[in-house]
């Protein structure tokens, strides 16, 4: 009975926090969101439509973000890789890259990058900064004002690493796809039916 009793004290205190802190990541990301220059992030809107095909990249969880944008893309109708799988083919002139590094010196994303703009294809990266190797290799930066992973500070963010940056890598890529969807009116249903039918 007594053991009973502690756990559902350790429960109270433990839903208690997991309450808090998911308050706290919230008003992480709207702070953020509030801090974001949105003229720049609408730029990235012809870059999308104009392009022949889209690839993809992102490493660790911002790919995993990445990943689901590009899903999102694929139901739009577009053609989209994600770099790295085994079917995704040579990027080429016509093409864009739309690469996703909170620091922009990730190693694979900047040799990516570098592969795109010798094979003629447009790149556009999502960062937290102006100032790296990826960025200079942009046609077009958009900046997430966020702590990069390695800024232990809790200045930007209380949260562990990347995290707040890979989470508005999410969301600014839905916010990207549902004004795409409504630039483009293709009703849901229809949409719908590119969604994955072997799952």
Do not use: C
């Not at 205190?13 to 509030?34: C, F, G, H």
């Amino acid at each position: 009975m007594g053991s009973e009793i502690i756990s559902s004290v350790a429960n109270i205190d433990l839903s208690t926090d997991i309450r808090a802190n998911l308050e706290m990541i919230l008003l992480e990301n709207q702070k953020l969101a509030s801090q974001i220059e949105f003229s720049q992030i609408a730029e990235i809107i012809p870059f999308i439509q104009n392009a022949d095909r889209i690839f993809i990249v992102g490493a660790g969880r911002t790919g995993l973000a990445l990943k689901a944008a590009a899903m999102r893309l694929m139901h739009l109708g577009f053609t989209v890789f994600v770099v790295g799988e085994t079917t995704t083919p040579a990027i080429r002139k016509g093409d864009l890259l739309i690469a996703g590094s909170g620091s922009g010196t990730t190693s694979s994303i900047v040799k990516a990058a570098e592969k795109s703009v010798s094979a003629e294809a447009k790149v556009i990266s999502i960062s937290t900064t102006k100032d790296s190797p990826l960025a200079a290799l942009s046609n077009h930066v958009a900046i997430l004002p966020a702590a990069q992973k390695q800024d232990h500070g809790a200045t930007i963010s209380k949260q562990y690493a990347g995290s707040l940056f890979e989470q508005s890598v999410l969301l600014l890529t839905d916010a990207i796809v549902q004004t795409l969807w409504k630039l483009d009116g293709t009703p849901a249903e229809e949409l719908w039916k590119r969604h994955a039918n072997l799952e």
